[in-house]
């Protein structure tokens, strides 16, 4: 049984930072990309970045710099590192989980929420002006 489960998230100020993680259960972590997307208010979920099983990891260029993306093979865990935030980044944020073979070969394919067949509950990110 597959299991991802975010947490993390909370109410800060602009400029500050959060570190949400995402644990995962019943899949071999060490072949599956992990993927962190975020849907604001009104709008729709949006493509953040990925942790790829090999070659590192991609972002969407709206959170480049801002935002890091890791992985701890011993926890199955993989995190997304938010600094400099602005009320703009104020969503739920969701991570989801792709197999190696499933991995587009253009990176554009990535943001296709379609592709990944696991999803957590997402957690809350709230930023204040």
């Known amino acids: 049984q597959v299991r991802l489960v975010e947490s993390g998230g909370g109410l800060v100020q602009a400029g500050a930072s959060l570190r949400l993680s995402c644990a995962a259960s019943?899949?071999?972590?060490?072949?599956?990309?992990m993927a962190w997307f975020r849907r604001a208010p009104g709008k729709e979920r949006e493509f953040v970045g990925i942790?790829?099983?090999?070659?590192?990891?991609y972002y969407t260029n709206s959170v480049k710099v801002r935002f890091t993306i890791s992985r701890d093979t011993a926890k199955n865990t993989v995190f997304l590192q938010m600094n400099s935030l602005e009320p703009g980044d104020t969503a739920v944020y969701y991570c989801?989980?792709?197999?190696?073979?499933?991995?587009?070969?253009?990176?554009?394919?990535?943001?296709?929420?379609?592709?990944?067949?696991?999803w957590g509950q997402g957690t809350q990110v709230t930023v204040s002006s």
């Open positions: 989801a989980a792709l197999p190696s073979a499933a991995l587009p070969f253009f990176n554009l394919a990535y943001a296709n929420e379609r592709i990944y067949p696991y």
């Open positions: 019943g899949l071999s972590f060490s072949t599956y990309s």
């Open positions: 942790s790829r099983s090999s070659g590192g990891p």
